[in-house]
């Protein structure tokens, strides 16, 4: 459908991938879920913006050569990811641990969602290898335009970043409304949510 735009390569296939990316279950897709039940659809938005201004960051990140400079120091890489890993686990403990009338482990205030996500994105330093060595795949290098280029790729992934977040928090508040009425399913998502977390904690601190 699209062929080069602005010096990407492939620009259907670009977005394609982006969206197969989005979609794969993750500590984003968590904090937006978990989010959205919590301070409904204004909460969820807040986590979208979150996830995206993180992503933002990483991606210039990872265009600016700070993979490169990972890659030379393992041990900041490591502590970085090390630092990701307890974070996702601490939030992890906090939902296995919460009680009915307990303050939220995700604050109501939309603000405070969108810096939970954001923090949740950039503590993964693994984002910025991914981005450095996913960017030139979709680079043509004939007819690339420097920043030009990321700029449009940025952009696009920003977009569609934020198209997902809408619909997964849209379907994500409507299920909620049903699941708030039993207080026995909200205990048991607050479990598995954090069960999650946790996992996904473990799995950033035991990764090569």
Do not use: C
């Amino acid at each position: 459908m699209f062929g080069n735009v602005f010096g990407i390569a492939d620009y259907s296939a670009f977005i394609i991938a982006i969206i197969i990316f989005l979609a794969i279950p993750g500590p984003g897709n968590l904090a937006l879920i978990t989010s959205t039940s919590k301070g409904g659809i204004l909460g969820g938005l807040a986590a979208t913006l979150g996830v995206i201004a993180g992503d933002q960051v990483l991606m210039w990140l990872a265009v600016a050569g700070v993979a490169a400079l990972l890659s030379a120091y393992p041990t900041a890489f490591n502590a970085v990811q090390w630092l990701g890993a307890a974070y996702l686990a601490w939030l992890g403990f906090k939902l296995l641990t919460v009680k009915p009338g307990d303050k939220p482990v995700l604050n109501i205030q939309p603000r405070h969602y969108f810096k939970q996500a954001m923090m949740i994105t950039l503590l993964n330093p693994k984002a910025i290898v991914f981005y450095m060595a996913f960017f030139p795949l979709f680079v043509d290098p004939v007819k690339q335009q420097g920043l030009l280029t990321y700029a449009v790729m940025a952009a696009t992934i920003a977009a569609l970043t934020f198209a997902y977040g809408l619909t997964a928090t849209l379907i994500s508040h409507f299920m909620a409304e049903r699941i708030r009425a039993n207080p026995r399913a909200t205990s048991v998502l607050h479990k598995l949510a954090g069960i999650f977390l946790i996992g996904f904690g473990v799995k950033l601190a035991l990764s090569k």
